[in-house]
C-alpha cells in the first residue's frame, strides 16, 4: 500500500510562492508517473503537473511557465513550486501515485490558498 502526505499549503498573497511536498512511504522509482491534481471549491479535480520515471514533465497550460515540478528520489519525494501565485490558484492540492500497473494513489491534500 502506497501512502502519500502532502505538505507546504498555506495562505499567500497573489504573486507569491509556495513549495508543495509530497513524501512516499515507498521508492517513487516504482511510479511509473507521479503527480499534482488540485480540486478548487465546486470544481471537478484537474491535472497540474506531472513526472514520469524517466524524469519528463508536463504541465497544465494555466501552470506553465510558473509552477515546477521535481523529484527527490533518494527522499521519495515530488515537489511542486509554484510561483507567481494568483486567486485562480486556489485549491486543494492533491498528489498522485501512478504504479506500473496503472494503480492510483491519493494523498490527503494540502490546501493552497491565494488571497491578499
Known amino acids: 500500500q502506497v501512502q502519500l502526505v502532502e505538505s507546504g499549503g498555506g495562505l499567500v498573497r497573489p504573486g507569491g510562492s509556495l513549495r508543495l511536498s509530497c513524501a512516499a512511504s515507498v521508492s517513487i522509482l516504482g511510479a511509473n508517473v507521479m503527480a499534482w491534481y488540485r480540486q478548487a471549491p465546486g470544481k471537478q479535480r484537474e491535472f497540474v503537473a506531472s513526472?514520469?520515471?524517466?524524469?519528463?514533465?508536463n504541465y497544465m497550460d494555466f501552470v506553465r511557465g510558473r509552477f515546477t515540478v521535481s523529484r527527490d528520489n533518494a527522499k521519495n519525494t515530488v515537489f511542486l513550486q509554484m510561483n507567481s501565485l494568483k486567486p485562480e490558484d486556489t485549491a486543494v492540492y492533491y498528489c498522485?501515485?501512478?504504479?506500473?500497473?496503472?494503480?492510483?494513489?491519493w494523498g490527503q491534500g494540502t490546501q493552497v490558498t491565494v488571497s491578499s
Open positions: 513526472i514520469m520515471k524517466i524524469g519528463h514533465t
Open positions: 498522485n501515485f501512478r504504479g506500473m500497473g496503472g494503480a492510483d494513489y
